[in-house]
């Protein structure tokens, strides 16, 4: 996809890679770039420093209605809609004992908001005969994210949907990619290492942690190529074949690296 002219959309854009994302779309020549956050102050904030391109909107992703109202107002004031990136995400911090309140908000955020954003756009890019989606999965999505069992099943479900989506209807001419980061210097992570969190610690001693620019720049270069999956951390498709060729010796080597950071 060549964003000269693009009409963009981007949900939980007012931080992190959303905001990153948000920024470098702009700055590829977008007609216009949504950003859409359920902190509208913040969405607000960036879509200020992006310039007269960018668009503030308030969004709770779990709200059905709230994502198509967002298709049809953006449909509505641009015309259509070339690109929407399926952003937000959460995580827990926790495996099993995690309250259905938790596995709840992980499963609505994380998978039903990408579905909830499919059924409002698709329509529009199917009569046009066109169109890119671009949902956030997570190395998770390919591997697992240690300590956080909520995380792993729901990115996994992400990426299967997001797989299913690009079968269905790339011949239609609806290009479908997941965006697969593993450490990004986010406050979701940061967060996570102040607090002692294996995971995020496990995360920090697997490869390199980027920031957010460097994954929206990896985003673009995936996006021009129309790649299913888009890479930042390349080593991250040489941990999923290990994984698919020894399952066994994959997670014999994980536990191991738990064992050695915490011991």
Same mark, same amino acid.
């Given at each position: 996809?060549? #964003? ?9 854009? *007012? ?6 994302? !948000?920024?470098r779309f702009a700055a590829e020549g977008a007609a216009a770039v949504v950003v859409a956050d359920l ?31 967002l298709v049809a107002d953006t449909e509505q004031r641009y015309g259509r809609i070339d690109l929407f990136?399926?952003? +937000? ?48 999965? !997570? ?37 479908? !990619? ?27 001693? !697997?490869? *390199? ?21 888009? #890479?930042?951390?390349?080593?991250? +498709? ?26």
């Amino acid at each position: 996809m060549n #964003l000269t002219d693009r009409i963009v959309v981007v949900t939980g854009g *007012a931080g992190g890679i959303g905001a990153a994302l !948000s920024r470098r779309f702009a700055a590829e020549g977008a007609a216009a770039v949504v950003v859409a956050d359920l902190d509208a102050d913040a969405a607000r904030a960036v879509a200020e420093d992006i310039g007269p391109v960018a668009h503030a909107r308030a969004l709770d992703v779990t709200d059905e209605e709230q994502v198509r109202a967002l298709v049809a107002d953006t449909e509505q004031r641009y015309g259509r809609i070339d690109l929407f990136c399926a952003n +937000a995400g959460v995580t827990t911090g926790g495996g099993v004992e995690i309250d259905d309140v938790g596995w709840d908000r992980s499963w609505r955020v994380n998978v039903l908001a990408h579905v909830y954003s499919a059924r409002a756009v698709l329509p529009g890019m199917l009569a046009r005969g066109g169109g890119h989606l671009l949902h956030t999965c !997570s190395a998770a999505g390919v591997l697992t994210a240690v300590g956080d069992a909520a995380y792993t099943a729901t990115k996994h479900a992400s990426v299967g949907f997001a797989e299913w989506l690009a079968i269905t209807y790339r011949d239609r001419g609806i290009r479908v !990619s997941a965006l697969c980061p593993q450490g990004v210097d986010t406050p979701m992570l940061a967060d996570g290492l102040a607090d002692g969190h294996l995971g995020a610690r496990v995360v920090a001693a !697997s490869g *390199a942690v980027l920031t957010p620019d460097q994954v929206a720049d990896a985003a673009i270069a995936g996006l021009a190529e129309e790649r299913f999956l888009i #890479l930042p951390h390349p080593e991250v +498709a040489d941990y999923a074949r290990r994984r698919a060729e020894d399952p066994d010796g994959w997670q014999a080597g994980m536990r191991k690296l738990i064992r050695r950071l915490t011991a």
